[in-house]
């Protein structure tokens, strides 16, 4: 179940052993080190605060306020998600067993996310990332991040491609939504391996949540505290994940860039400190991620004056940039797109 690093594709003279220099390079520095202390600490944290904020509902009751308690739990749900993605790329542990149990606990039964569907699917974004027919992340029918993506849809699709810019950051109301049906119909499809607990916990984590919610809560307060919930959820998840490859280089589906160029050229850096770091999950250093999977959150900050420095040796451009200035490329590039002309239209 873990995640696996691809095989770097080698196609120009050279460019497969700047990847394997690097990687020593990474591995002498320590970089790769499993770091368990750090994410026993950080996962004992985490869970307090799950379950201070589950303890905070019961004590509040039936109460407005409860929707101050739904922005905190989304706030912490998504904490969990950047776990159980650590955990899926066997950053934590060097038990794939271990990797696995922390994985479906903070997935499954946690957040109500299943841990395999979203293995698979992470697993292939990483191998092809912005690769058209490959990246499941740019496969989504409610965006369109090339022009012939927004020219091969329909009409319907076309006309709100070109306001998709604007519609953007109100869609990730809908991530986490749309993240629960997709692990539902995974589940129901058996399209994963070790079905069995995994649909055990979704379905503990469903029941529970919906049984405490109605119970402890008003109708109409119910209703608001789970929109408010999955909605800030979602958003949160969405704006954790957008500054890392969207508005960047896009591949043709038949692309032979080599590995350590596909990952750095497709991928963006959030420049920050440590309350970026700790906002984002680790994901603001997106090119160190991708090179290297299962680095440890925390040697993820540490690797990437040496992974800049690599670049510019090798004239390999490393795109580095604020939060506020990644949201904007990104929806630059998804106004341009939408925009695009249609084939007719010329």
Not at 89 to 95: A, D, E, K, L
Not at 269 to 286: A, C, E, I, S
Request: with cysteine; glycine share 8%; proline share 4%.
């Amino acid at each position: 179940m873990s995640l696996r690093q691809p095989t770097p594709l080698t196609v120009r003279s050279g460019h497969g052993s700047q990847y394997a220099h690097l990687l020593r390079l990474v591995k002498a520095a320590g970089l790769l080190d499993r770091r368990p202390r750090y994410y026993r600490w950080k996962m004992a944290v985490t869970a307090a605060l799950f379950l201070g904020g589950w303890a905070a509902f019961v004590a509040i009751g039936e109460s407005w306020w409860q929707m101050a308690t739904a922005v905190f739990l989304a706030f912490v749900f998504t904490q969990l998600g950047f776990l159980g993605h650590d955990a899926g790329h066997r950053q934590m542990f060097g038990s794939s067993r271990a990797n696995y149990v922390i994985g479906i606990l903070h997935a499954n039964l946690a957040i109500g996310l299943s841990y395999g569907w979203w293995i698979d699917k992470h697993n292939r974004h990483h191998a092809h990332p912005n690769e058209e027919g490959k990246d499941p992340d740019i496969e989504i029918g409610a965006l369109a991040f090339t022009t012939a993506q927004a020219r091969g849809r329909g009409r319907f699709a076309a006309a709100v491609y070109r306001y998709q810019a604007y519609l953007f950051f109100p869609m990730l109301l809908l991530e986490a939504l749309s993240l629960h049906v997709a692990s539902l119909r995974a589940l129901g499809r058996r399209a994963i391996r070790r079905p069995g607990w995994e649909t055990v916990l979704f379905a503990v984590h469903v029941i529970g949540y919906l049984t405490a919610v109605f119970v402890i809560l008003s109708p109409l307060q119910a209703v608001g505290f789970i929109l408010l919930h999955q909605g800030l959820f979602g958003l949160y998840l969405g704006c954790a994940f957008a500054p890392n490859h969207k508005g960047m280089a896009m591949l043709g589906p038949d692309d032979r860039t080599d590995y350590l160029r596909r990952q750095v050229l497709t991928s963006r850096n959030v420049r920050g400190h440590w309350f970026t770091d700790f906002m984002l999950g680790g994901l603001n250093y997106q090119i160190e991620h991708h090179l290297f999977p299962s680095m440890p959150r925390p040697n993820l900050r540490r690797a990437q004056a040496l992974v800049r420095q690599f670049c510019q040796a090798h004239d390999l451009a490393y795109c580095q940039t604020s939060l506020l200035a990644s949201y904007a490329q990104a929806l630059r590039h998804l106004h341009a797109v939408g925009r695009a002309p249609h084939p007719a239209a010329v």
